[in-house]
């Protein structure tokens, strides 16, 4: 792993499906591939590097992009705890504050509460999520 720009960067994306579990969320009743956890850093940070990755995606496969709040939830919600391959801190989604334009939304997963912050914070871990086959 590499960092840049506050992000800690895989090398290349794994191929092996046993470090990808797939899983259902309650949220929306779909499956979920979660991939790999890029480390802290900003959403905008986080936003270009899913681009970076999903570029070099090859033909059929499925682009990454950061989960809903409710997926994050949903993910929390399963043990009421913090999830296996999280960590107990604050987790970058991809859905954006309904009113201001500069905050997107973030889910502490030691709690499960979600709450928004500025998208420049360099606050949240970042973990990648893909609509599973």
């Known amino acids: 792993m590499s960092k840049e720009g506050g992000l800690q960067i ?14 259902e ?9 979660w991939g790999p956890e890029l ?12 681009e970076e990755l999903n570029s ?5 496969e499925k682009p990454w992009r950061l989960p809903a709040i409710e997926e994050l939830q949903a993910e929390f919600k399963k043990t009421n705890s913090t999830p ?14 309904p009113f201001v334009s500069i905050g997107a939304g973030h889910v502490d997963m030691e709690n499960g509460n979600a ?10 871990f970042v973990r990648l999520v893909r609509d599973a086959a």
């Open 84 to 97: 296996s391959g999280f960590r107990r801190y604050y987790y970058w989604s991809g859905t954006t504050h």
């Open 56 to 60: 070099e995606l090859a033909e059929g």
């Open 10 to 23: 895989p090398q290349a994306p794994q191929d092996d499906k046993k470090d990808k579990p797939v899983a």
């Open 39 to 50: 480390g802290l850093g900003s959403w905008d940070e986080a936003q270009a590097k899913i």
């Open 25 to 33: 969320t309650k949220a929306e009743g779909q499956k979920l591939e």
């Open 115 to 124: 709450y928004y912050n500025p998208k420049e914070n360099p606050s949240g």
